[in-house]
T-cell receptor
Framework: DAGVTQSPTHLIKTRGQQVTLRCSPK?????VSWYQQALGQGPQFIFQ???????QRGNFPDRFSGHQFPNYSSELNVNALLLGDSALYLC??????????FGPGTRLLVL | QQQVKQSPQSLIVQKGGISIINCAYE??????FPWYQQFPGKGPALLIA?????SEKKEGRFTISFNKSAKQFSLHIMDSQPGDSATYFC????????????FGGGTRVLVKP
């Protein structure tokens, strides 16, 4: 049984560019959440998707957007990248009564 | 606004010793409190979780103590092993376990052999 998978593992972008990160949830899970983890800090909630709709959103600007597909996989898009967007982006699956399980993350570096 | 405060930031313990990490929360609507373990280059992994209807929960060498009136909870790692060296995060959420998690700042634990 595959756990939460994310791609790519690492990514280098330049300021102003756009990036798309991908996540496949754990088998049987229909909810996907995205978190941003800056170096040396705890993860910060970005948003959660359920039934292809954004259900909850944290305190992140509109440059951060997402999508969930019918197979429950999800994408996180970040536009107009800033240096401060450099972080580990974590996807977690499991919603409702289900505990959230995290993927290995995508390390994004913005130069 | 930091809704979950975690201390200490780092901890060094001898093999076989007890590691204790503390968290305090502000939002009284929180009712689910998990602890996650994270190794370098990996995502957080759930260790143990508690709800406010119990004051203590034990799973193997890991114990959560919960004090609802003080709005505090702590993780105790008994008989600490070098393999326990990792960063530990407390978190809190409101309602279902799958809802938005608010994390503490993390504690880096080093267990010396």
């Amino acid at each position: 049984d595959a756990g939460v998978t994310q791609s790519p593992t690492h990514l280098i972008k330049t300021r102003g560019q756009q990036v798309t990160l991908r996540c496949s949830p754990k088998s049987g899970h229909d909810t996907v959440s995205w978190y941003q983890q800056a170096l040396g800090q705890g993860p910060q909630f970005i948003f959660q998707y359920y039934e292809e709709e954004e259900r909850q959103r944290g305190n992140f600007p509109d440059r951060f957007s997402g999508h969930q597909f019918p197979n429950y996989s999800s994408e996180l898009n970040v536009n107009a990248l800033l240096l401060g967007d450099s972080a580990l982006y974590l996807c977690a699956s499991g919603g409702g009564r289900e505990t959230q399980y995290f993927g290995p993350g995508t390390r994004l570096l913005v130069l | 606004q930091q809704q979950v405060k975690q201390s200490p930031q780092s901890l060094i313990v001898q093999k076989g010793g007890i590691s204790i990490i503390n968290c305090a929360y502000e939002n009284t609507a929180f009712d689910y409190f998990p602890w996650y373990q994270q190794f370098p280059g990996k995502g957080p992994a759930l260790l143990i979780a508690i709800r406010p209807d119990v004051s203590e929960k034990k799973e193997g060498r890991f114990t959560i103590s919960f004090n609802k009136s003080a709005k505090q909870f702590s993780l105790h790692i008994m008989d600490s092993q070098p393999g326990d060296s990792a960063t530990y995060f407390c978190a809190a959420s409101r309602g279902a376990a799958g809802n938005k998690l608010t994390f503490g700042g993390g504690t880096r634990v080093l267990v010396k052999p």
